[in-house]
């Protein structure tokens, strides 16, 4: 079954995304891992994105909803969209796009997490700048200080987790993401999940969820 993993910054859809894979072996397409990317390459569409990005506001529509269809054109299937749709805009074009590739979508789990926790989880999150690997200076800090685990590479913080990015995150999640729950309860689609649990026991009921 393919889904829609959405939520706020931090609420955990791209560490619960990385077991489905792992386990599942379901296929991700998160937006803000292309964005990351795109800007990595220095291509037109990575320098566009950044702009929006370092301000912690969505990129449009338009260069989104263009770069999930390119994805979705290379005949994927049991995916799971992270962070995507992020407006209702993006959910509407996203259901066109399933129509015409004859694709669908099982589930929209929200993972729900207190504003609080997520900017623990956010101002404290560290990443790997090579492989992507994601730390937490608390919860879960690098064996070697500054050194990702995985490949030794430099651990960083992303741009948009410093403190007054978090802020305009936080915010125009409530703005344009929030009125995704009602959209998917609409749809019929909807499923709330606990995500202020550990990693697995979240992952326990996404695994039920979807099976
Ligand atoms: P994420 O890694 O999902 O937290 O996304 C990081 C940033 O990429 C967001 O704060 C946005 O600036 C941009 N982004 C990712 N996905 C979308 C989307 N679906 N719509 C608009 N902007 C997005």
Redesign the pocket.
């Known amino acids: 079954m393919s889904l829609i993993l959405f939520g706020a ?2 609420a955990g ?2 560490t619960q995304s990385e077991l489905l894979i792992k386990r599942l072996g379901m296929t991700q397409i ?7 990317a795109a800007i990595k390459g220095q291509t037109d569409l990575g320098k566009k ?1 950044q702009e ?2 370092d ?7 338009s ?2 909803i263009g770069m ?1 269809e390119e994805v979705l054109q290379k005949g994927v299937k049991e995916i799971i969209l ?6 209702v805009a ?1 959910a509407q074009a996203l259901d066109e796009l399933l129509v015409k590739m004859n694709l669908s979508i099982g589930k929209a789990i929200f993972l729900e997490v207190p504003m609080k926790i997520l900017m623990d989880r956010l101002t404290g999150r560290r990443v790997c700048k090579n492989c992507g690997s994601v730390y937490h200076i608390v919860s879960k800090p690098t064996k070697m200080e500054g050194k990702c685990d995985s490949c030794g590479a430099e651990v960083i913080q ?1 741009n ?1 987790d410093k403190a007054e990015v978090i802020e305009t ?1 936080l915010k ?1 999640y409530e703005e344009f993401t929030s009125p995704l729950k009602e959209f998917y309860k609409k749809a019929g689609k909807f499923t709330a999940v606990d995500g202020n649990r550990g990693t697995e026991e979240v992952y326990t009921e996404i695994e039920k969820i979807i099976k």
């Open positions: 910054p931090g859809k791209g998160s937006t803000g891992d292309l964005f990351r994105a929006y990005m301000k912690g506001q969505l990129v449009p529509d260069i989104v999930v992270d962070g995507f749709p992020r407006t993006q992303r948009d995150r125009t």
